[in-house]
T-cell receptor
């Protein structure tokens, strides 16, 4: 059965610092992988996705993620965090029956 | 192009009442998904529908919950005889045909159900 683990429930970084959010997945075949962001009281916005090909994926808002099959990981990165990046981040795997991780809440310190 | 629309945005029901949540997919999308998000948790898949067909309802509770996506009109998630544990945010998403490189699910703003 497919599943997603986001080991970090809450992360705090200083504005301008780099960011890495971890995501590990379990899936029977080559997975479709996604990162979504959710601001308080809002729906989810897609940051980036991986289907196949280049394992380093560029997304919106300066985010990128790297698919590492050997580690079953799809970590999200950003070189310099902005205060507006404070939100909840969800990793997801699958297709029509998408499975979401529990989320990582990002706090940005001034 | 309007995004996925959900209404109402907030819904308050007393225990035992029925809740009806509506979702209009993006234009050109014929695939609809419903998710539930409990406080401090991620989204849990409930059901996947196409027009007039339930494709996968493996995440739906066995009782009181039902979903439909008629030929005309929005998709409806119906919860009968609501209980306090049904209080959550319910999100709808829509997509084009799965399996293509353009596939992604677009999410609506959600309906926040409160059962008193």
């Amino acid at each position: 059965a497919q599943s997603v683990t986001q080991p970090d429930i809450h992360i705090t970084v200083s504005e301008g610092a780099s960011l890495e959010l971890r995501c590990n997945y379990s899936y029977g075949a080559t997975p479709y992988l996604f990162w979504y962001v959710q601001s308080p009281g809002q729906g989810l916005q897609l940051l980036l996705k991986y289907f196949s090909g280049d394992t380093l994926v560029q997304g919106i808002k300066g985010f990128e993620a790297e698919f590492k099959r050997s580690q079953s990981s799809f970590n999200l990165r950003k070189p310099s965090v902005h205060w507006s990046d404070a939100a909840e981040y969800f990793c997801a795997v699958g297709g029509v029956d998408m499975r979401f991780g529990a989320g990582t809440r990002l706090t940005v310190k001034p | 192009n309007a995004g996925v629309m959900q209404n109402p945005r907030h819904l308050v029901r007393r225990r035992g009442q029925e809740a009806r949540l509506r979702c209009s997919p993006m234009k050109g999308h014929s695939h609809v998904y419903w998710y539930r998000q409990l406080p401090e948790e991620g989204l849990k898949f409930m059901v996947y529908l196409q027009k007039e067909n339930i494709i996968d309802e493996s995440g739906m509770p066995k009782e009181r919950f039902s979903a439909e996506f008629p030929k005309e009109g929005p998709s409806i998630l119906r919860i009968q005889q609501v209980v306090r544990g049904d209080s959550a945010a319910y999100f709808c998403a829509s997509s084009q045909t799965p399996g293509q490189s353009t596939y992604e699910q677009y999410f609506g703003p959600g309906t926040r159900l409160t059962v008193t």
